[in-house]
């Protein structure tokens, strides 16, 4: 993918938590290998006083501002210790004075990629960045990463980039993203596509080795035009017959970024993929690249 620059670049959404630390780290690596600028913003919600009743403060009260000035401080500590004595990317912090949900949503209009952390408490203790991550997933535009704070910077750079394959239009562009990640950390991509969600036990009427021809199949078909775009990375197929969600989170251990498609319908009718995005999101170890519609 370009590696061309919006206004807000990689937009970072931060709360004063240790896994919104771990997802500005993550997010300034990801920044210098793009050579993007990464935007770090943190949303406070606007005062409603008794009287005139639910009436809104119009502007920030100080106490406020000063509380989102550490927040906004902390995260730029955490993106600086993170990169040691790499050149640092350009960073820009934006204050606002709003919801963080709805800000974030309308900000990554204009961003490249929106990281949050799995979940957490702010510094206040107001938001849970766990709702924060969960709207996104569903309401973002473009990808979106969510990174948990068990991430740190111990993830191990020789790793693979996984990505699931499902042969629809989401997965499709889920695997335009994973190739560039591999290419970029000149690492192996393994493509994984979940031929059945319902285990490895026969259904009447289906013939799994049908099913699993198909499945290799869509691999093949999927992956031969990225190969080609693409000959330096190294890629390893893998076809399994389980519920997807279970086998990509088992493959999350021997990676280092999960890469998926949005929504779209799996190797089996009834896989809806995100459900299954969802769940790795908020499950994995590692983390995790949910690739939406612009």
């Known amino acids: 993918m370009s590696g061309s620059t919006t206004e807000y670049g990689i937009l970072v959404g931060v709360d004063g938590s240790a896994q919104a630390d771990a997802a500005v780290a993550w997010a300034a690596r990801e920044a210098i290998m793009r050579r993007m ?4 913003m943190h949303g406070v919600a606007p005062v409603v006083v008794g009287w005139p009743v639910g009436q809104l403060y119009t502007e920030m009260p100080e106490w406020q501002r000063d509380e989102a000035r550490e927040v906004i401080a902390r995260a730029t500590k955490a993106l600086t210790q993170s990169l040691g004595d790499a050149e640092p990317p350009d ?10 949900v709805p800000a974030l949503i309308d900000a990554s209009r204009e961003a490249w990629m929106t990281v949050v952390g799995s979940q957490g408490m702010g510094a206040l203790g107001r938001m849970l960045l766990g709702s924060v991550s969960s709207a996104l997933l569903h309401h973002a535009h473009g990808p979106v990463a969510v990174v948990h704070s068990d991430d740190g910077g111990a993830l191990d750079p020789n790793a693979a980039v996984l990505v699931g394959v499902d042969g629809s239009p989401a997965s499709e562009a889920a695997l335009a993203l994973a190739f560039d990640e591999a290419s970029r950390r000149s690492v192996e991509l393994v493509a994984m596509h979940a031929w059945s969600d319902v285990g490895v036990f026969p259904i009447l009427g289906m013939d799994w080795r049908d099913r699993e021809s198909h499945g290799e199949e869509v691999l093949a078909e999927r992956l031969a035009g990225w190969q080609e775009q693409y000959p330096d990375v ?5 076809l399994v017959c389980d519920k997807p969600a279970h086998r990509l989170l088992e493959g999350t251990q021997r990676a280092q970024l999960v890469v998926l498609g949005s929504r779209g319908r799996g190797g089996f009718p009834g896989m809806l993929l995100g459900s299954v995005s969802s769940t790795v999101a908020h499950s994995a170890k590692i983390p995790v690249i949910v690739v939406r519609p612009s």
């Not at 912090?93 to 963080?100: D, F, G, K, M, P």
């Not at 190294?234 to 893998?238: A, G, P, Q």
Request: glycine content about 0%; hydrophobic content about 35%; cysteine-free.
């Open 37 to 40: 600028r990464i935007t770090l």
């Open 91 to 100: 960073v820009r912090t934006e204050l606002v004075y709003s919801n963080l």
């Open 234 to 238: 190294h890629v390893r197929r893998s």
